[in-house]
Antibody
Framework: EVQLVQSGGGLVRPGGSLRLSCAASGFSVSDYFMHWVRQVPGKGLIWVSRIGVDPMKINYADSVKGRFTISRDNADNTLHLQMNNLRVEDTGVYYC???????WGQGTVVTVSS | QAVVTQEPSLTVAPGGTVTLTCGSSTGAVTSGHYPYWFQQKPGQAPTTLIYETTNKHSWTPARFSGSLLGGKAALTLSGAQPEDEADYYCFLSFHEGVVFGGGTKVTVL
């Protein structure tokens, strides 16, 4: 069974950093595209980043380029999102997801506020 | 980045049929955009209904189907039920990343 369990998140001041993690089971993160998606409550879904089977194949939304870094740890079978220089507009619920079926994590809340 | 467009809202009668569409500012949507469809109810995480144009998960009700229609990806709900009232999102995959549509609020009334 495919499962994604997220951790990290919380409250941080503008300019701060956070690291989100997404522990996978039932498959290997190295075998699939993996994604991060954000949603502000009451608003739509916003794609943030993806990493391919080839770890050099990485894409980011324009709004996070240069500030966020997606990575994976094959040994721990975990996906990460390092978020630096956070802005108020980065606030939302962050979901990790696996491609080919788009299986979702449970989501984790990130609040950027002074 | 491309803009993906969806109808903001649609209403369907119980038992009726409604088709939601997902278009791209770059041109016709093809299977190469790997269209996905998601359902989200208030206070809940999204769930995936359709992946890669037409494929269903084991939990996808049979009344939902995906297709390509008139240069767009389409999600058809046939025989709408009250529990289908929700927000529906599509996304398309491009070389530079993925783009979600703005979502369609479906009312069953």
């Amino acid at each position: 069974e495919v499962q994604l369990v997220q951790s990290g998140g919380g409250l941080v001041r503008p300019g701060g950093s956070l690291r989100l993690s997404c522990a996978a089971s039932g498959f290997s993160v190295s075998d699939y595209f993996m994604h991060w998606v954000r949603q502000v409550p009451g608003k739509g879904l916003i794609w943030v980043s993806r990493i391919g089977v080839d770890p050099m194949k990485i894409n980011y939304a324009d709004s996070v380029k240069g500030r966020f870094t997606i990575s994976r740890d094959n040994a721990d079978n975990t996906l990460h999102l390092q978020m630096n220089n956070l802005r108020v507009e980065d606030t939302g619920v962050y979901y990790c997801a696996r491609s080919l079926g788009f299986f979702w994590g449970q989501g984790t809340v990130v609040t950027v506020s002074s | 980045q491309a803009v993906v467009t969806q109808e903001p809202s649609l209403t369907v009668a119980p038992g009726g049929t409604v088709t939601l569409t997902c278009g791209s500012s770059t041109g016709a949507v093809t299977s190469g955009h790997y269209p996905y469809w998601f359902q989200q109810k208030p206070g809940q995480a999204p769930t995936t209904l359709i992946y890669e144009t037409t494929n269903k998960h084991s939990w996808t009700p049979a009344r939902f189907s995906g297709s390509l229609l008139g240069g767009k990806a389409a999600l058809t709900l046939s025989g709408a039920q009250p529990e289908d009232e929700a927000d529906y999102y599509c996304f398309l995959s491009f070389h530079e990343g993925v783009v979600f549509g703005g979502g369609t609020k479906v009312t069953v009334l």
